[in-house]
């Protein structure tokens, strides 16, 4: 399973409002190329984000080397009607949520587990869509032998 998958499978077994509601980087583009909003009042998106390799270590027959792989968490509140300070609390009280859930777990087969790496809100949309990116890292270590 990749480790996208493993994410969107962790939030929305530890975050229930976005159960059911956890989309991939397919979904989003897809959605986008539509000229389309998420339909639901809160959403996520999971997405690869790149990788970030470490020093290499090479020895007779093996590579390796740590690699960080950095994955988007892209949350979407429809906040058209809720006046300004409740759409708000309720995006702080979501990105802590998310965070809860996710950050210090780790898939069982990594090196590493979840951390923060950023967070900021994203440009506000069309529609009264309030979109915070979350981006995470979980390290695994990468073995080539040679």
Do not use: H
């Not at 979840?114 to 967070?119: Q, R």
Request: charged content about 20%; overall charge negative; aromatic content about 4%.
């Amino acid at each position: 399973m990749s480790l996208t998958s493993l994410v969107k499978a962790r939030l929305e077994a530890m975050v229930p409002e976005l159960k059911g509601r956890v989309q991939g980087a397919a979904d989003m583009a897809r959605m986008l190329a539509d000229g389309a909003t998420p339909t639901a009042p809160i959403s996520a998106f999971v997405v690869p984000m790149g990788l970030l390799p470490e020093q290499a270590d090479s020895m007779t027959g093996v590579y390796t080397q740590m690699v960080g792989e950095n994955i988007g968490i892209l949350l979407v509140l429809r906040s058209f009607g809720q006046p300004s300070d409740r759409a708000e609390v309720a995006i702080e009280d979501l990105i802590e949520r998310v965070c809860n859930g996710v950050l210090g777990w780790g898939p069982d087969d990594a090196a590493g587990v979840a951390t923060l790496v950023s967070g900021e809100m994203q440009p506000v949309q069309p529609g009264g869509l309030i979109s915070y990116l979350l981006t995470i890292q979980i390290k695994d270590q990468l073995r080539i032998f040679t």
